[in-house]
């Protein structure tokens, strides 16, 4: 009998390195790896859009920027504003819509338009 419950005592400790443990301790990494990335991704595009604004402020008023400039600075201010996203809906297809607009808002920054 002693050999029996021995057994099963045996078979319990394995059973923390099952498929399902390991699985779980894996996806608890992965949600760790999204969370980072995420926060990482946010932070890009945050500094971005803020660089973008920045060289916004600092080009001469309107009556001083070339004919060419006004129509770019008018159409991504027309491309902004007719940005169509559901962000309540937490879709891929809206932050590749963001992640392009505000890669086309660094036209404005100069010294990214170089590189």
Same mark, same amino acid.
């Not at 894996?26 to 604004?53: F, G, M, N, P, W």
């Not at 932050?95 to 808002?105: A, F, H, N, P, V």
């Given at each position: 009998?002693? *050999?029996?419950?021995? $057994?099963? !005592?045996?078979?319990?400790?394995? %059973? ?6 390991? +699985? @779980? *301790?894996?996806?608890? $990494?992965? !949600?760790?790896?999204?969370?980072? %990335? ?6 890009? +595009? @945050? ?5 973008? !604004?920045a060289a916004l402020g600092s080009l001469k008023p309107a009556e001083e920027?070339?004919? @060419?400039?006004?129509?770019?600075l008018r159409d991504l201010m027309i491309h902004v504003r007719k940005r169509k996203l559901k962000p309540e809906k937490g ?25």
């Open positions: 009998m002693t *050999s029996i419950k021995y $057994k099963r !005592r045996a078979r319990s400790k394995s %059973t923390d390195t099952s498929p399902v443990k390991v +699985l @779980e *301790s894996e996806l608890e $990494k992965l !949600r760790h790896d999204l969370r980072q %990335t995420v926060r990482a991704y946010a932070a890009r +595009l @945050e500094i971005d859009l803020a660089e973008s !604004r920027l070339s004919r @060419e400039r006004l129509h770019q879709r891929r297809k809206d932050l590749r819509k963001i992640d392009s607009l505000i890669e086309d808002l660094q036209l404005l920054v100069p010294n990214k338009n170089q590189g």
